[in-house]
T-cell receptor, first 114, second 115 residues
């Protein structure tokens, strides 16, 4: 079975500062990893994903994440936070069986201060 | 065109009532899901259907019954509603049988409030 842990349920940064949201996973087979963003009163939308190949993955809105197998991590970063980045962020893991079921982390609320 | 749509967006009802939430996707995906998001924003999968067949059924009370009339639709019927059923329910879909490596496309959610 796979699982994912998001460290820090709330992260607060100043506008223009680095954003770092942490995600660690557990999986007995090679994982597929995802970051989703949820804006207030909306559904989740994909930011980026890692399946195979290049371990540094670039997504929408200037976000990127690096798959580090040795650390079982998939942290999300953005060099410079914007007010519009304030949202809930979910890390998710799935494997190539289990009918495409993704296991989601508990989410991290990102607050951006002016 | 909305990719994954849900109706209604808001649902307020009394304990003990029966209600349904409908979901439709126009992406041509094979797999559809229902998730429950509680007040702390925790997201839990409830069901998954692949080509109208149930493939994931998490430990959900049998008061919840999904129905997939065709590949593009997945409805959720809830009997005898309880206070603890209050949550936001999300429908999602993904292509190619769900295949692990495919992302999911989420609907806007249905906020259910049980009084």
């Amino acid at each position: 079975a796979q699982s994912v842990t998001q460290l820090g349920s709330h992260v607060s940064v100043s506008e223009g500062a680095l954003v770092l949201l942490r995600c660690n996973y557990s999986s007995s087979v090679p994982p597929y990893l995802f970051w989703y963003v949820q804006y207030p009163n909306q559904g989740l939308q994909l930011l980026l994903k890692y399946t195979t190949g290049a371990t540094l993955v670039k997504g929408i809105n200037g976000f990127e994440a690096e798959f580090k197998k040795s650390e079982t991590s998939f942290h999300l970063t953005k060099p410079s936070a914007h007010m519009s980045d304030a949202a809930e962020y979910f890390c998710a893991v799935s494997i190539n069986t289990n009918a495409g079921k993704s296991t989601f982390g508990d989410g991290t609320t990102l607050t951006v201060k002016p | 065109d909305t990719a994954v749509s849900q109706t209604p967006k808001y649902l307020v009802t009394q304990m003990g009532n029966d209600k349904s939430i409908k979901c439709e996707q126009n992406l041509g995906h094979d797999t559809m899901y229902w998730y429950k998001q509680d007040s702390k924003k925790f997201l839990k999968i409830m069901f998954s259907y692949n080509n109208k067949e149930l493939i994931i059924n998490e430990t959900v009370p049998n008061r919840f019954s999904p129905k997939s009339p065709d590949k593009a639709h997945l409805n959720l019927h809830i009997n005898s509603l309880e206070l603890g059923d209050s949550a936001v329910y999300f429908c999602a879909s993904s292509p190619l049988g769900g295949g692990g490596y495919n992302e999911q496309f989420f609907g806007p959610g249905t906020r259910l409030t049980v009084l």
